[in-house]
T-cell receptor, first 114, second 112 residues
Framework: SQTIHQWPATLVQPVGSPLSLECTVEGTSNPNLYWYRQAAGRGLQLLFYSVGIGQISSEVPQNLSASRPQDRQFILSSKKLLLSDSGFYLCASNGQQGSGNTIYFGEGSWLTVV | SQQGEEDPQALSIQEGENATMNCSYKTSINNLQWYRQNSGRGLVHLILIRSNEREKHSGRLRVTLDTSKKSSSLLITASRAADTASYFC????????????FGTGTRLKVLA
């Protein structure tokens, strides 16, 4: 099985400050990687997914960006945070063959923008 | 946009009772998966059912899939207090295999 490491677990950032959330994956190679955001008590919104190094697909126009500098590393960034960026961010991974594979999640990062 | 919708949004039952949650989706899928999330944690995979399957069992879990109605149900039998969590369905659309879309979730509370 795969293990997803995600950090930091919690952060409080002022409006207008930059953001960097990092995610690394163990136990697989060439995975599909995902960033989801979850508002309090709500469902998961797919933000970005990546099928390979340097390949990023954005699902929702927003203040965020994603990068995949290495096969098993996925980074979520922002140059200037907005209050609406607050939420619970989840990194996820599944096997190279996307169809039919289990999705593994990290423990999430709580972001509060103040 | 999210295509999965779970029903009910919240469910409260007594320990030992069965809990049934439903999921509806909009497009053709390769498979449908159910996940569990404890408060403030990541999601954990429970069970996967493929588009050519109609029913699947895993321990106290039973999942059904009706592709003609674009719906699935998750049944947890003999519920326990430890089953208290949010449950999500996730679909893998045939158009866009890498994009897993999650529903809004059902918050289950099992009372001891």
């Amino acid at each position: 099985s795969q293990t997803i490491h995600q950090w930091p677990a919690t952060l409080v950032q002022p409006v207008g400050s930059p953001l960097s959330l990092e995610c690394t994956v163990e136990g697989t190679s060439n995975p599909n990687l995902y960033w989801y955001r979850q508002a309090a008590g709500r469902g998961l919104q797919l933000l970005f997914y990546s099928v390979g190094i340097g390949q990023i697909s954005s699902e929702v126009p927003q203040n965020l960006s994603a990068s995949r500098p290495q096969d098993r590393q996925f980074i979520l960034s922002s140059k200037k945070l907005l209050l609406s960026d607050s939420g619970f961010y989840l990194c996820a991974s599944n096997g190279q063959q996307g169809s039919g594979n289990t999705i593994y999640f990290g423990e999430g990062s709580w972001l509060t923008v103040v | 946009s999210q295509q999965g919708e779970e029903d009910p949004q919240a469910l409260s039952i007594q320990e030992g009772e069965n809990a049934t949650m439903n999921c509806s989706y909009k497009t053709s899928i390769n498979n449908l998966q159910w996940y569990r999330q404890n408060s403030g944690r990541g999601l954990v995979h429970l069970i996967l059912i493929r588009s050519n399957e109609r029913e699947k069992h895993s321990g106290r879990l039973r999942v059904t899939l009706d592709t003609s109605k674009k719906s699935s149900s998750l049944l947890i039998t003999a519920s326990r207090a430890a089953d208290t969590a949010s449950y999500f369905c996730a679909t893998s659309p045939t158009s866009g295999t890498y994009k897993y879309i999650f529903g809004t979730g059902t918050r289950l509370k099992v009372l001891a």
